[in-house]
């Protein structure tokens, strides 16, 4: 005798192994849809979550590169024991370390992203014809004093101050 086999359409879920039925290994469309609104659902609050961060780690970039400049500017005249300006140029969002009494050269000159501004204080005698505030930086430490303030679109924001008599870098808010 020959054991009759039971044939099963491929179109089905099911089949047949040893006279048990097995089904199939799969999703269903629904477990697929699921799944995709998900995914859909975490792209979509992913996306505006990534640009935020985006812009709060170039305001920090931003405060970092205007403090450390000031301070390479410091080390920089005192080592070489000649002055060193730090130059901000707000309304072209740009900022530089040269040598003192230079010219702002501003296509060498750090340049500060569109969403975040800079407001510069100094010395009014430092201050150059086209609006670029400049702290100086003498060999023995000191410096003209001064602040640059970097502001956000949303009104926070950060000012590093430049000590005068010291020459110290430091943070602190705006409103402050």
């Known amino acids: 005798m020959t054991a009759k086999s039971r044939r099963v359409p491929a179109a089905a879920a099911q089949r047949a192994v040893g006279g048990a039925v097995v089904r199939s290994a799969g999703f269903t469309l629904v477990e697929l849809m699921v799944a995709l609104a998900v995914a859909a659902l ?3 609050l992913a996306v505006p979550m990534a640009a935020k961060a985006y812009v709060t780690m170039q305001y920090r970039d931003a405060v970092r590169g205007v403090a450390s400049a000031a301070t390479a ?8 024991g000649e002055a060193r300006d ?23 000159a750090t340049l500060v992203p569109e969403a975040l501004s800079l407001e510069v204080e100094v010395a009014r005698q430092l201050v150059e014809e086209r609006g670029v505030g400049v702290i100086r930086f003498y060999p023995d ?8 303030t970097i502001m956000r679109e949303n009104g926070d924001g950060q000012r590093i101050r430049v000590d005068w008599l010291l020459g110290r870098v430091t943070h602190e ?4």
Request: proline share 4%; glycine share 14%; net charge neutral.
């Open 86 to 108: 730090l130059l901000v140029a707000p309304d072209m969002r740009r900022y530089g370390v040269q040598i003192a009494g230079t010219a702002f050269e501003a296509d060498v």
């Open 42 to 44: 975490m792209a979509g």
């Open 173 to 176: 808010s705006p409103q402050s």
């Open 141 to 148: 430490g000191s410096s003209t004093g001064g602040s640059v």
């Open 73 to 80: 500017a410091r080390y920089q005249a005192v080592n070489t």
